[in-house]
């Protein structure tokens, strides 16, 4: 799971199955799944960040409408 915080918005997101740390966790994923291309998720959050945070922003600004 990984949290941002900023200015007392929070925004989490995760994968709550018993297995993901073996599957994506970067700290302890598996060989078996790194070598058949399985991204971490510290991968993912570099990747979609942005992509992440303005989504973040539109769905507060459509809530404020």
Avoid: C
């Avoid at 915080?5 to 997101?13: H, S, W």
């Avoid at 297995?19 to 070598?35: E, G, K, N, T």
């Amino acid at each position: 799971t990984v949290a941002a915080q900023n200015n007392g918005m929070r925004v989490v997101v995760g994968n709550n199955v018993s297995y993901a740390p073996y599957v994506q966790d970067w700290a302890q994923q598996a060989r078996f799944h790194a070598a058949r291309g399985w991204k971490t998720d510290s991968q993912v959050v570099g990747e979609e960040r942005e992509r992440v945070i303005q989504f973040v922003k539109d769905a507060i600004q459509e809530a404020l409408r």
